[in-house]
């Protein structure tokens, strides 16, 4: 299963009260994440995705994404999204004064049965699979 969203942060969003839109997914565990910053961003709009409250990527809570013109793919995750609420949240800011910037975020999602099969590892309500 493959989602994809494009974000759009306006112009002057101010860290102080960005801009925070829900990414509703299905259940499942997350195999893929990809974030295209389009060229032009020149670094100007940073952002997080978290689950609730808690930033999930970047991993280091105090950093954030930006770029200009670049394709970031983390094949190596694999976080589970698999009780409600079934969404992660953008959640950025935009310091440019004059430009809206948008960001592409492609999340591949796997069942968890297909993780199990794969894996072959222990989930806690599972057992050894």
Same mark, same amino acid.
């Given at each position: 299963?493959?989602?994809?969203?494009?974000?759009?942060?306006?112009?002057?969003?101010?860290?102080?009260?960005?801009? $925070?839109?829900?990414?509703?997914?299905?259940?499942?565990?997350? $195999? $893929?994440?990809?974030?295209?910053?389009?060229?032009?961003?020149?670094?100007?709009?940073?952002?997080?995705?978290? $689950?609730? !409250?808690?930033?999930?990527?970047?991993?280091?809570?105090? @950093?954030?994404?930006?770029?200009?013109?670049?394709?970031?793919?983390?094949?190596?995750?694999?976080?589970?999204?698999?009780?409600?609420?079934?969404?992660?949240?953008?959640?950025?800011?935009? @310091? !440019?004064?004059?430009?809206?910037?948008?960001?592409?975020?492609?999340?591949?999602?796997?069942?968890?049965?297909?993780?199990?099969?794969?894996?072959?590892?222990?989930?806690?309500?599972?057992?050894?699979?």
């Amino acid at each position: 299963m493959i989602y994809s969203f494009r974000i759009t942060v306006p112009a002057n969003t101010p860290d102080t009260d960005p801009v $925070r839109e829900e990414l509703k997914l299905d259940k499942g565990v997350i $195999r $893929r994440l990809s974030i295209q910053i389009p060229p032009g961003h020149a670094g100007l709009c940073k952002f997080g995705i978290y $689950r609730g !409250d808690s930033q999930v990527w970047p991993k280091n809570t105090n @950093e954030k994404f930006s770029g200009d013109g670049v394709l970031l793919t983390f094949d190596d995750e694999y976080f589970p999204i698999l009780q409600p609420p079934l969404s992660l949240f953008f959640v950025g800011w935009n @310091e !440019d004064e004059l430009n809206d910037h948008s960001v592409f975020i492609y999340f591949q999602l796997m069942t968890k049965e297909e993780y199990l099969s794969m894996k072959g590892v222990y989930w806690p309500e599972e057992g050894f699979i």
